[in-house]
């Protein structure tokens, strides 16, 4: 325990929150950074899963795309995309959307695709266009589950980006690298609870928005269905 | 090919490290989680705090919880004692869900009907409950499997050998042959493994290919 009393004594320095290497700052490049990624991995994911939800073709590549992607290890595109696009920005930036892209298409596509083909067909018979069954019928319908999407792609995302700083030292990895090479334990279990808290906060305002937009989409559904319960 | 062929001893020590690392935390999160998530099936008492916990739990990155456990544990930080409780902590944050799921989706007649051809309690989840649940839990062993081979190689920035190494080796002496391997037998090893949760649970469960047939 005297291990993390040194943590948050380093993280209360006020010399570690000042000048330009104030955490603060680390904080901002992490976040920033991160939500460009999820946004642009949104709006590429986003369109072309609910497209393949919609029309139900190219199914069996969302199936292999996200079962594939599963399995390609961060730190591996981290590195080479470090090693053939130099130190920068552009290598973590291309890895993380690589690793954000594959959560955001199968929400968007497995939301779309689990709307009720019958709300649908009612849609269409009660004269709605394409366009508005898609943005006023399917699309809030399946939002929970885009939402859903949306949150595993930034988890995602934060705890690769802590890892991005092994190639360009950017976000809170910093802290957790330089005490690595300079054996500072504080420093290391300092930055490693900021990005800790910094996901579980994420996470929470995500599951808040989440069940926001679920009790938007299905009013009249208790929390929990009795099916999803034993009673033995 | 060529940094490949000379460098094959070293391929395979690591190769072999990284199933060392892999294997205990797939099977330790499956033997943790399968009771925990029966009893969150169970009861709505513990459903949510076990739930909400593993949920949580899941949303730490990986460095920092490398770097949290030895804190936690006195572990030495390179020690794969760490590596091996990290993953078994993921392992679990996705696991007890999906056993619990797989618990509730065995109907309620048929625990009935178990409860009234005079199975014990326990009796019925070794025979009734645990058989029917196999095949959800068996998919959420599946992604537990490929992530945590993939999570192994994370441990090679703080120092523990595995595939890893290959990358950060590979990264800091510019040999992208080295990190392209890295990425292949990583692959390769997580849908072998992948390949042996399937083939185990047809040899345990012989009756969903008979089904599947019939």
Known sequence: MNLFLEAVQWLLDPANWAGPNALGLRILEHIGFSAVVVLVAAAIGIPAGTLIGHTGRGRGAIIAITGGARALPTLGLLTIFGLWLGIGLEAPFLALLVLALPPVLAGAYAGVESVDRATVGAARAIGLTERQILMGVELPLAAPVIIGGLRSAALQVISTATLAAYISDTGLGRPIFSGLKTQQYDMMLGGSILVALLALLVELCFQLVQSAAARRAEPHRTQTPASERITA | ?214
């Not at chain 2, 916990?53 to 760490?82: C, E, K, N, Q």
């Not at chain 2, 090893?189 to 599947?212: E, H, Q």
Request: aromatic share 6%; with cysteine; hydrophobic share 55%.
């Open chain 2, 1 to 214: 090919m060529n940094w490949l062929s000379q460098n094959l001893h070293i391929v395979g020590q690591l190769l072999a490290d990284h199933m060392v690392l892999s294997i205990p935390p797939i099977v330790l999160s499956l033997l943790i989680s399968v009771p925990l998530g029966r009893l969150a099936a169970g009861s709505r008492r513990l459903r949510t705090p076990l739930l909400t916990g593993t949920g949580l739990l899941y949303a730490i990155p990986s460095l920092p919880l490398f770097i949290i456990i030895p804190a936690v544990f006195g572990f030495s930080l390179r020690s794969p004692a760490t590596m091996i409780t990290a993953l078994t902590l993921y392992g679990c944050a996705l696991l007890v869900r999906g056993a619990a799921d797989a618990f509730a989706s065995v109907p309620q007649e048929v625990r009935l009907a178990a409860a009234a051809t005079g199975h014990s309690p326990w009796g019925m989840f070794w025979k009734v409950e645990l058989p029917l649940a196999g095949p959800v839990l068996l998919s959420s062993l599946r992604v537990v499997t490929v992530s945590t081979v993939s999570l192994v190689t994370v441990g090679a920035v703080i120092g523990i050998s595995s595939l890893g190494t290959l990358f950060t080796d590979g990264f800091q002496r510019n040999i992208d042959a080295s990190i392209v391997t890295g990425i292949v037998l990583t692959v390769v090893v997580a849908f072998v493994l992948d390949a042996v949760c399937v083939l185990g649970a047809r040899i345990a469960m012989p009756w969903r290919r008979a089904v599947s047939r019939a």
